[in-house]
């Protein structure tokens, strides 16, 4: 599948009453269908609670999509976005969501996503301290320093109830 067939999917995806669960790793979804999941999913989706894209084509402007749509889907719960091109200003819309706006996602799948640096450590940082509902936070084989890491890890310290796997 492609970015056409985002379109033609999230087309079905619009009187969605049954699905819970929506793979679409390895499909070479680009931004422009992320653009047609995230309106249908910002529009009407009661049952949706994961959406896993992994290992697609999905840069900043498709994590601006789907931060706009966490910013009031509330039935979502797992977002998956490992190995993708996301890089600091993707990160930025994604944390931003997180941190002011969406209460329920509670794991967020950003490993391997490399074009991502310590430029987003504070958006991270601030997003850990500020969000409550995240419990799973997975950063590896991203371009991470160890001081970038550390600071993380010393966040986490004082949360508790989440996990952070870098």
Same mark, same amino acid.
Not at 94 to 97: A, E, F, I, K, S
Not at 125 to 130: G, H, N, R, Y
């Given at each position: 599948m492609n970015s056409y067939g985002a379109l033609v999917l999230s087309n079905g995806l619009y009187n969605n009453k049954r699905l819970n669960k929506l793979n679409l790793n390895d499909n070479s979804i680009s931004d422009q269908g992320v653009y047609y999941l995230a309106r249908v999913l910002l529009i009407n989706n009661s049952t949706l609670t994961e959406l896993h894209l992994a290992r697609n084509e999905i840069a900043s402007t498709g994590a601006q999509y789907l931060a706009e749509m966490l910013n009031t889907n509330r039935t979502l719960t797992t977002l998956s976005l490992y190995g993708n091109? !996301?890089?600091?200003?993707g990160i930025k819309y994604?944390?931003?969501?997180l941190t002011y706006y969406n209460t329920t996602l509670e794991h967020l799948y950003l490993s391997g996503n490399n074009l991502m640096t310590d430029l987003s450590i504070g958006y991270f !940082?601030?997003?850990?301290?500020?969000n409550r509902s #995240?419990?799973? #936070?997975?950063?590896?084989?991203? *371009?991470?320093?160890?001081?970038?890491?550390?600071?993380?890890?010393?966040?986490?310290?004082?949360?508790? *109830?989440?996990?952070? *796997?870098?």
């Open positions: 091109k !996301i890089d600091n200003h994604l944390t931003h969501v !940082i601030d997003m850990l301290l500020k #995240l419990k799973k #936070l997975h950063l590896c084989n991203c *371009n991470l320093s160890e001081k970038g890491k550390t600071k993380l890890r010393e966040v986490i310290r004082t949360k508790r *109830n989440i996990r952070l *796997n870098i």
